[in-house]
């Protein structure tokens, strides 16, 4: 009995030694195959040069191991090779320095500084202000127009409200300055209407047009995020905008009524051009001695009430617009792109509607003729550009605008071309929308003016002009992509505005803008009489 408690005592200590041994082994080997970097030449390198990694257990091929540079996954066409000592990798253009970080499948590495030439660890590189927005991920850190990227991280705020996402671009724009040094250019905000969700931890949005590599960030009203960096996956398509023009613009309303009472008011939406990428700096000047309310970019709500004083009154409205000549230069194989059928673009603007009766049996049968052998919205919405412009003879007196009645007549002025082109391509799954504003002569001379713009999944909204295309003095080549800056945008598809008046009548008085309405008067008005005069040009510069 003494023996065996004595032998008992005796193999317990052994046994707990041998699994501590086993254990420190274990331990041992797994941080011996951690990845390990010992060295990175050269010690500062320059965006687009090689930098060499040395070091240990980088495993023999890449696999499914992964690179970090600061918040970027690197791609697998920045790195050139892969070995267990050593990787190659070449730097990213618009990368920034920070920390690198190799990840396999025996864990990461202990983070090592990288520096670029052209700047050094900042802001921008990846650190935390304290109740800043702060952003640790994004997912997928690589894609292009239309893909859904979730940020994560934290400070963004239970809700938006004046907060904003903001992506490199290759728009310079005025903006506001981080930290009070650095001028924050090239960015391009995601539209509210791009937002899927916003919580203090995650924001999910569909990715804005146009996006350059680079950086993105966060703003709230505490101040600007961290940088984190995404990846353009289209390589050969851009945008180029060159030549800016300057325009003063005057509107003009004459209105008398008899206001029955004091209740008596007309509500007139004022339509100035809108804001895009191509066009911005708008200043809307609103006629003072009118009470007025801004609603959004491009609109002024004015209010028109009983003075006590007869006689007409008079409403004058001025703005200020800078324009760029755009163009469009796409790769077609990058951007066969199959749509989005639930994205609200694809939704919107490839149903019918009264204004544009797509789905009408002639125009269905136009449609289908026309790109039944094709895939891809690039090659269906040249098909039906091309179409229209030999179907159709420009004539400005036609007054013909129903797509079914401008394929039988086969004429129309720049509206008929724009809402032809933009029904076949909405029902050949082409998600389109008419874009009005004015077209200035070489005189300064400004006229009203339609074209269309189609939707490629990948990239964004892309320019057409088949009635200019169809002068017959110019290749139709140069409207396929391309804008000048003699085009005005006042609107880009419909602008549906409220009714405020549930017993009011509305109306239209504007051909400058596709609208809804843009003025409607309370049931006690009579014997109104308005008088817009056209869009007038006060100076060009």
Same mark, same amino acid.
């Given at each position: #009995? &003494? ?9 317990? *200590? ?24 010992? +060295?990175?030449?050269? *010690? ?20 499914? @191991? ?42 990461? @590495? ?36 239309? /893909? ?124 100035? *051009? ?28 004015? =209010? ?38 639930? @994205? *609200? ?64 007549? #086969? ?25 009005? +504003? ?15 713009? =189609? ?6 909204? =892309?320019?057409? /002009?088949?009635?200019?295309?169809? /002068?017959?003095? &110019? ?15 006042? @609107? ?34 009579? &014997?109104?009489? #308005? ?11």
């Amino acid at each position: #009995m &003494n023996r065996k408690v004595t032998l008992l005592a005796i193999g317990i *200590p052994a046994t707990m030694l041998i699994i501590s041994l086993i254990a420190f082994i274990i331990n041992t080997r797994i941080a011996e195959g951690k990845p390990r970097i010992t +060295g990175m030449n050269p *010690p500062i390198v320059a965006r687009g040069e090689n930098l060499v990694i040395t070091g240990k257990n980088f495993g023999k091929t890449k696999d499914s @191991s992964r690179i970090f540079l600061s918040s970027l996954d690197l791609l697998s066409r920045y790195i050139v090779s892969w070995s267990d000592r050593e990787i190659v990798i070449t730097i990213p253009e618009k990368a920034n320095s920070g920390l690198l970080t190799i990840r396999t499948e025996t864990g990461s @590495s202990k983070p090592a500084v990288i520096v670029l030439e052209e700047n050094v660890p900042a802001i921008g590189a990846g650190s935390y202000i304290p109740g800043h927005p702060f952003i640790e991920s994004m997912d997928p850190s690589a894609g292009a127009s239309g /893909d859904i990227v979730t940020i994560t991280g934290e400070n963004f705020g239970d809700r938006k409200y004046n907060g904003s996402v903001l992506f490199s671009s290759g728009f310079s724009r005025t903006a506001d300055r981080l930290d009070g040094e650095t001028e924050y250019l090239d960015f391009i905000p995601v539209d509210d209407s791009r937002i899927l969700s916003w919580e203090d931890k995650a924001i999910r949005l569909y990715l804005p047009d146009y996006v350059l590599t680079g950086d993105v960030y966060v703003k709230t009203e505490r101040g600007y995020s961290n940088a984190a960096y995404f990846e353009q996956e289209l390589q050969n398509s851009t945008v180029t905008l060159k030549d800016k023009k300057t325009y003063m613009l005057k509107q003009s309303l004459s209105v008398e009524a008899d206001y029955g009472s004091e209740t008596g008011r007309i509500n007139y939406w004022m339509i100035s *051009p809108r804001e895009t990428l191509f066009q911005w700096n708008i200043i809307n000047l609103p006629d003072r001695y009118f009470q007025h309310h801004y609603s959004c970019s491009g609109l002024t709500l004015y =209010f028109l009430e009983n003075t006590g004083s007869p006689g007409e009154v008079n409403l004058i409205h001025n703005s200020i617009v800078e324009v760029y000549s755009s163009a469009y230069n796409v790769d077609p194989s990058e951007l066969n792109r199959p749509y989005d059928a639930k @994205s *609200p673009i694809f939704l919107e603007y490839t149903g019918s509607s009264d204004q544009i009766p797509s789905s009408s049996p002639r125009v269905s049968t136009v449609a289908r003729s026309l790109t039944r052998r094709l895939n891809g919205g690039y090659d269906k919405a040249r098909a039906v550009y091309d179409y229209v412009i030999a179907r159709l003879a420009y004539d400005a007196s036609a007054q013909l605008w129903e797509p079914d009645a401008v394929i039988d007549e #086969m004429k129309g002025d720049s509206k008929s071309y724009s809402l032809l082109f933009t029904a076949l391509c909405r029902n050949a799954g082409v998600p389109a929308r008419p874009v009005t +504003g004015l077209l200035v002569d070489e005189q300064g001379k400004p006229s009203v003016h339609w074209w269309a713009e =189609f939707y490629l999944q990948g990239f964004g909204w =892309f320019p057409v /002009d088949p009635a200019l295309a169809d /002068d017959g003095e &110019n290749p139709i080549e140069n409207y396929w992509g391309k804008i000048d800056n003699q085009h005005i945008v006042f @609107s880009r598809g419909e602008i549906v505005l409220p009714q405020l008046f549930p017993d009011g009548k509305t109306g239209i008085d504007t051909d400058h803008a596709y609208v809804s309405h843009n003025y409607e008067v309370s049931s006690a008005i009579n &014997n109104l009489h #308005m008088n817009r005069s056209d869009v007038k040009i006060t100076a060009i510069y």
